[in-house]
């Protein structure tokens, strides 16, 4: 079993900043591809950036520019950097870690809210 638990949420004004962070623990003996999704109230949810084990990062168009995924020291750990917010940025933040390679799963967090308004 492998738990994710993410920090960093809150509210922020347009143009603020906010650091995400999320930590797996549990029975992981590797590095993992692992990223970030979100959704919006009545959206779907979206993947808004990742990194692999090799520490390549991918990101949505509409974040390019402003957010920075990265490897936290500890292992199986994940930060995302998000500058210049936007109020269409405001979504529940989902941090994944992707096993699918060894075991066929994918874990989740929890969530974390990130609200951006004046």
């Known amino acids: 079993q492998v738990n994710l638990v993410e920090s960093g949420g809150g509210l922020v004004q347009p143009g603020g900043s906010l650091r995400l962070a999320c930590a797996a623990s549990?029975?992981?003996?590797?590095?993992?591809?692992m990223g970030w999704y979100r959704q919006a109230p009545g959206k779907q949810r979206e993947l808004v950036a990742s990194?692999?084990?090799?520490?390549?990062?991918n990101y949505a168009d509409s974040v390019k520019g402003r957010f920075t995924i990265s490897r936290g020291d500890a292992k199986n750990t994940v930060n995302l950097q998000m500058n210049s917010l936007k109020p269409e940025d405001t979504a529940i933040y989902y941090c994944?870690?992707?096993?699918?390679?060894?075991?066929?799963?994918?874990?989740w967090g929890q969530g974390t809210q990130v609200t951006v308004s004046a």
């Open positions: 994944y870690l992707d096993q699918t390679v060894t075991t066929g799963l994918k874990y």
């Open positions: 549990g029975r992981i003996f590797s590095i993992y591809p």
């Open positions: 990194i692999t084990s090799t520490g390549s990062t």
